[in-house]
């Protein structure tokens, strides 16, 4: 097994702590952060660069949704 990064660490540590979690439930959690990200941060047209305020809320949202996803990519490839 490879080491993973600190966040996706991060979270698979909380959820061996919250469950008895097995290496084959890497799957459902990778599932569960990718339904999350969907929600919270669902995809959106990029706005205007000019309008500075939407595209810096944009440019966050676009961020965090693409830790999320990465976090999964890589529980998911373990």
């Known amino acids: ?3 993973l990064s600190p966040a996706a660490q ?3 540590d909380a959820y061996e702590k919250s ?3 097995y290496r084959e439930e ?3 959690l990778a599932s569960a952060l990718r339904a999350a990200a969907n929600q919270v941060v669902p995809v959106s047209d ?3 660069p000019s309008n500075e305020f ?3 809320q944009w440019l ?3 961020t965090t949704r693409s830790y999320l996803l990465a976090i999964a990519a ?3 490839a373990q």
């Open 1 to 3: 097994m490879t080491n």
């Open 10 to 12: 991060a979270v698979l």
């Open 19 to 21: 469950n008895d979690c």
């Open 26 to 28: 890497w799957g459902q």
């Open 46 to 48: 990029r706005p205007d």
């Open 54 to 56: 939407e595209y810096g």
């Open 60 to 62: 966050a949202k676009h």
């Open 74 to 76: 890589e529980l998911e």
